[in-house]
């Protein structure tokens, strides 16, 4: 039995322009073609971001044998400290394919809306180091930008590989 294809979340996403770690303007259309994995974290997130990121980069090594390029995506939610400049070097310990995105607060603001991301800015501490609070979904986008599913930290990385394959047999 053929499964049943993906679902369009229309009520998530949208094109965008924010500075890349390619060092330019970068839209999400830029990758049409790719399926896309993206994800919302910030730099100085002590355990969830950098696991997501992981997570993402094992999802990736799985797929060594596709014809359609897999592209991970990290957006910052905290452009104040996350230059695309400072995100270079850390998108890149998980994978060379790794782009992150930074720009304005409110060009960041704005993006998040578009996937609903939540985040709140936590309390500075005495010495100014503040965190968020926040969603830590991997996006699935089809070859078009559409958002196609998410998966949130409980879903099996067996079943989020097993979704990026269906999606690819989709597109094909």
């Known amino acids: ?17 924010l500075m890349s770690t390619l060092g330019k303007p970068t839209a999400l259309s830029d990758f ?13 997130c002590p355990d969830v971001c950098p696991t997501v990121l992981a ?18 995506i990290f957006i910052t939610l905290d452009p104040t400290r996350d230059t695309t ?15 992150g995105l930074s720009g304005t607060p409110e060009q960041i603001e704005s993006v998040s809306r578009l996937f609903k991301v939540v985040a709140t800015k936590e ?16 996006y699935l986008l089809d070859t078009h930008g559409n958002v196609r599913m998410t998966f949130n930290q409980n879903i099996p990385l067996p079943a989020i590989v097993q979704a990026v394959y269906q999606l690819i047999a989709q597109s094909e």
């Open 1 to 17: 039995m053929e499964p049943a294809e993906l679902p369009y979340l229309k009520t998530l996403g949208g094109d965008f322009v």
């Open 32 to 44: 049409r073609g790719s399926v896309i994995l993206l994800n919302f974290g910030y730099m100085n």
């Open 55 to 72: 997570r993402m980069r094992a999802v990736i090594d799985q797929l060594p044998d596709i014809e359609i390029d897999t592209q991970p």
């Open 85 to 99: 400049e400072r995100l270079r070097p850390y998108v890149r310990y998980f994978g060379d394919s790794f782009i």
């Open 123 to 138: 309390n500075p501490t005495s010495n100014g180091d503040y965190g968020f609070i926040h969603s830590s979904h991997i």
